[in-house]
């Protein structure tokens, strides 16, 4: 099964800064079939990004996904308040699918 | 609008089973595939299998082969996901899923606790 490795675990920044999160795979993920998912705790995950960088359905243009192969990234331009949560990658290119263990965007 | 509505909290003794249910509307129930995953306290989130409701084809997790059975009932658009030999690992909020590949459409989750 393919690993999905997310870096940093925890990153801490300020409203109006920019986000840069990290989705690495342990091998190449099938035509770009990465998706990243916002998570706020009680919640479900909202899926953001899907095929590595289309934006979901309603989501606001500051995020923006990129990459292909084995490395994958979720920018977020400009954070606003409600953007703190914890963020998932997940690739549906392989069964299984898997999902990286997360990254924590907190208020610095 | 798609929207999944799953079934309640449960509180299980370890070694017995509990049955989540999943209950879609709009769209066409049949026409997708619905998968499951789970969340433990704090963790991160697990896919545990899908099934596809217009085949009855589910496949699993090879984590959870022999012990999670996922079902569909096309005629009241609910899928089931039944975990057997429960043990307190399996203490987690169990989510369904629409899968069109990625998953744009969840259900709310059910806290499923075991415990003796």
């Known amino acids: 099964e393919i690993v999905l490795t997310q870096s940093p675990a925890t990153l801490s920044l300020s409203p109006g800064e920019r986000a840069t999160l990290s989705c690495g795979a342990s091998?190449?993920?099938?035509?770009?079939?990465l998706a990243w998912y916002q998570q706020k705790p009680g919640l479900a995950p909202r899926l953001l990004i899907y095929d590595a960088s289309s934006r979901a359905t309603g989501i606001p243009d500051r995020f923006s996904g990129s990459g292909s192969g084995t490395d994958f990234t979720l920018t977020i331009s400009r954070l606003e308040p409600e953007d703190f949560a914890v963020y998932y990658c997940q690739q549906y290119g392989s069964s299984p699918h898997t999902f990286g263990q997360g990254t924590k965007l907190e208020i610095k | 609008q798609v929207q999944l509505v799953q079934s309640g909290a449960e509180v299980k003794k370890p070694g017995s089973s509990v049955k989540v249910s999943c209950k879609a509307s709009?769209?066409?129930?049949?026409?997708?595939?619905i998968s499951w995953v789970r969340q433990a306290p704090g963790q991160g989130l697990e896919w545990m299998g899908r099934?596809?409701?217009?085949?009855?084809?589910?496949n699993y997790a090879q984590k959870f082969q022999g012990r999670v059975t996922i079902t569909a009932d096309k005629s009241t658009s609910t899928a089931y996901m039944e975990l057997s030999s429960l043990r307190s690992e399996d203490t987690a909020v169990y989510y369904c899923?629409?899968?069109?590949?990625?998953?744009?459409?969840w259900g709310q989750g059910t806290l499923v606790t075991v415990s003796s």
């Open positions: 899923a629409r899968d069109g590949r990625f998953y744009d459409y």
């Open positions: 709009g769209g066409t129930f049949s026409s997708y595939t």
């Open positions: 091998q190449s993920v099938s035509s770009s079939y």
């Open positions: 099934i596809i409701p217009i085949l009855g084809i589910a």
